[in-house]
């Protein structure tokens, strides 16, 4: 059952309690499967954003193709498939959350070979199939992944794996970004006395670039052989009992054949089952509730998508985004995150997701700011500096918001419903992006991202109230 944080119903945690979470396996274990986890995003989104604008694509070719990423907006589909289907083998010897994590990870590294071994120069559709692999991958490994930490820890300590995830995930996305470029651009052959051509593509050195990538998911496959499963919950073991207990009554009462009666139960367990628990638990106020889920992250989703290209067109080499990024994105991704869940769990989890919203809106006017600027190293530094330390923040808040939200008995399918409701509106809007940048350029572009972040606040506001108003999230 999804219950308050210690935080909001006993007062705040001493420093030295809220410190002392971070040192638990629970939580540690998160980095490296968090890494796992954010290490393909940007290379089926903003890395290949680069990769294909160097290539030649148009940018609205390029805004299109990130339709790809609503395979994470509609992995509420299949998750209670990952939530209830045991995996032949795997399943037996790893348990049901492992089973599902190293065998969305195999199909992951496929996926990524194919996307190294393909050029989309002269097989643009091939890339895309193997893209929508790696997406679709991805996506169930993110399933299977928010079930396990969901229930790896008590409620009150989601912040802190919220928080170490979040580092991991973005120490993930910063090697699928920077760590590409770094190894692509070297392996171009660009390297120079001056450092490195601003755009100059070769094929090979993506291919170079995204072998390493799929090499790098091993981190996740190692961290999912030698964690333990978690221990299944009586909430679990009671919507087994009541899903056996409809299979008899159906098969008895109407007559329905055995097999068909396991089905029909099943479906009502798995499928029907999480979003019914999710509507009588919160009533009308899930309403509120899944509109801030749909608009939190609005603003960075709809900006990212332009901002690799927004990076080659200011000239800007990839070394240097790969080293700026590597080392102050780096530095204040590890401090956003710390300090987003740290925060969190002394003085609860709302006010840091209200400060967390205006954080990223006002980080897209940074964007806005460079974009007249033309090629400013130092002022790129200060932009992903700000950005990455904002994103930290607001993300390790709204991790541990969704986990609040979730009854552990359907752990997988209601995360599932929420992070695909979370991306589902901004990865659609943000498939215009390049349409709106070629009209109106980049400037008008970030801060349109900025205004739309707007309205979170409102739904923030609203939802801390309802908040307060049923005592506890589960009410």
């Given at each position: 059952?999804?219950?308050q944080s210690t935080s ?7 420093w030295?309690?809220t ?10 274990r998160?980095l490296?499967?968090?890494?796992s986890?954010?290490?393909p ?6 890395t290949l954003s680069?990769r294909l604008?160097e ?10 193709l990130t339709?790809?990423g609503?395979?994470y ?5 299949w ?8 995996l032949?083998w ?7 959350r492992r ?6 990870q195999?199909a ?6 194919g996307m190294?071994l393909t050029?989309p120069?002269?097989?643009?559709q091939?890339?895309v199939?193997?893209?929508l692999i790696?997406?679709?991958a991805s ?10 930490r ?8 989601q912040?802190a794996l ?11 996305t910063i090697?699928?970004?920077a760590?590409?470029?770094?190894i692509?651009?070297r392996?171009?052959g660009d ?5 490195i ?7 090979a ?5 995204y072998l390493?990538?799929?090499a790098?998911?091993?981190?996740g496959?190692?961290?999912?052989l030698l964690?333990p ?5 009586e909430?679990?073991?009671?919507i087994?009992?009541?899903e ?10 109407r007559?329905?054949s055995p097999a068909?009666?396991?089905l029909?139960?099943w479906?009502?367990?798995a499928?029907?089952?999480p ?5 009588r638990?919160?009533?009308w106020?899930?309403?509120l509730?899944l509109?801030?889920?749909a ?13 690799f290209?927004?990076y080659?067109?200011?000239g800007?080499s990839?070394?240097e985004v790969?080293a700026i ?11 956003g995150?710390?300090?987003g ?5 002394r003085?609860g989890?709302?006010?840091i997701?209200?400060v967390?919203?205006v954080?990223?809106a006002a980080s897209?006017l940074?964007?806005?700011w ?5 090629h400013d190293?130092?002022?790129?530094i200060f ?5 990455n330390l904002?994103?930290g ?6 991790i541990?918001y969704?986990?609040?939200l979730?009854n ?9 419903l929420f992070?695909?409701?979370m991306?589902?509106l901004?990865k659609f809007?943000a498939g215009?992006s390049g349409s709106?940048?070629d009209?109106?350029?980049y400037?008008?572009f970030?801060h349109a ?8 606040l409102i739904l923030v506001w609203l939802?801390?109230?309802a ?5 506890s999230?589960?009410q």
């Open positions: 059952m999804t219950g909001e119903t006993a007062g705040p945690r001493s030295n309690d410190l002392r979470v971070y040192a638990e396996p629970a939580t540690l998160m490296f499967l968090g890494f986890a954010g290490l995003l940007l290379l089926v989104l903003g680069f604008r290539a030649g694509i148009d940018r609205t070719t390029i805004g299109y339709w790809v609503l395979a907006g509609f992995k509420w589909a998750a209670p498939l990952v939530d209830r289907l045991p032949p795997l399943t037996r010897a790893l348990g049901r089973s599902w994590l190293l065998a969305s195999i992951i590294i496929g996926g990524l070979l190294a050029d120069v002269s097989a643009l091939t890339l199939v193997f893209t790696v997406a679709f996506a169930t490994q993110d399933i299977a992944l928010d079930a396990y969901i229930e790896s820890a008590a409620i009150d300590k912040a919220a928080a170490t995830y979040q580092t991991g995930y973005r120490l993930g090697w699928a970004g760590g590409v470029l770094f692509a651009a392996a171009a390297v120079g006395a001056e450092g051509d601003a755009t100059r593509y070769v094929a050195a993506w291919t170079i670039a390493v990538m799929a790098s998911i091993v981190v496959v190692v961290a999912v964690a499963e978690p221990a299944g919950s909430a679990r073991a009671d087994a009992a009541q056996q207990a409809l299979a008899h009554r159906l098969h008895i009462d007559g329905i068909t009666a396991r029909l139960a479906l009502q367990a499928v029907v089952g979003f019914a628990d999710f509507i638990r919160f009533r106020h899930a309403l509730l509109a801030l889920i608009t939190y992250r609005i603003s960075d989703v709809v900006m990212g998508v332009m901002a290209p927004f080659v067109d200011m800007y990839k070394d790969a990024s590597k080392v102050y994105g780096v530095i204040m991704t590890l401090a995150a710390f300090v869940g740290v925060l969190a769990l003085f989890v709302m006010r997701l209200f967390g919203a954080l990223s897209n940074l964007f806005a460079l974009a007249t600027r033309g190293p130092t002022g790129l932009v992903i500096s700000a950005d904002s994103q923040i607001a993300s390790a808040a709204f541990a969704l986990s609040s979730t552990v008995a359907y752990s997988a399918t209601q995360y599932a992070s695909s409701v991306l589902l901004p809007i215009f709106f940048v009209a109106y350029g400037v008008a970030f991202t900025a205004w739309i972040g707007a309205p979170v939802a801390a109230r908040r307060l108003a049923h005592g999230p589960s």
